[in-house]
């Protein structure tokens, strides 16, 4: 299952983009084995100012057609690493082909993209900087392939 991650604004160089190539790059190293991945950041900017309906519509044209809709937002259901070491697997067991985890911008997602998705994942009651949320989702990508393959990163 292909790992799309869809997202507002450009991660430039530095610590974030440092953390987030590392982790992705580990799991797409661990995923392989599992049939999850390769794993690919799509970026978006509205360099036209027309706010979260302009990002929707841009972020629409990055998700691949039938991907599963994963958004992160602040609303959305909050999991444990295993439980969403779970979605994970059990998005890949159904034949799902794409998975894409939709990132908005500083003021978050419109509400139609909202609507549309499959399922939304929160990382808390906390908001985090739309950048950081890169970061940690490419964490739990790789924590999430390394519990489905019985490695010893996750320790409960």
């Given at each position: 299952m292909r790992v799309h991650i869809c997202a507002v604004g450009r991660?430039?160089?530095?610590?974030?983009?440092?953390?987030y190539d590392d982790y992705l790059t580990r799991f797409d190293r661990t995923g392989r084995?599992?049939?999850?991945?390769?794993?690919?950041?799509i970026e978006v900017e509205d360099k036209k100012g027309g706010g979260m309906p302009a990002e929707a519509a841009l972020l629409e044209r990055a998700i691949p057609n039938g991907a599963l809709i994963c958004i992160m937002d602040e609303r959305g259901r909050v999991q444990s690493s295993p439980e969403f070491a779970q979605s994970l697997g059990g998005w890949r067991d159904q034949g799902r082909q794409d998975v894409a985890f939709v990132i908005g911008g500083a003021?978050?997602?419109d509400p139609a993209l909202r609507d549309r998705a499959d399922a939304a994942l929160s990382f808390g009651k906390m908001v985090w900087?739309?950048?950081l949320v890169r970061v940690m989702l490419a964490e739990q990508l790789y924590r999430a392939a390394?519990?489905?393959?019985g490695g010893p990163y996750h320790r409960v």
């Open positions: 991660l430039r160089k530095g610590p974030e983009r440092d953390l084995a599992l049939a999850l991945g390769p794993a690919q950041l003021d978050g997602l900087p739309h950048m390394s519990i489905l393959a």
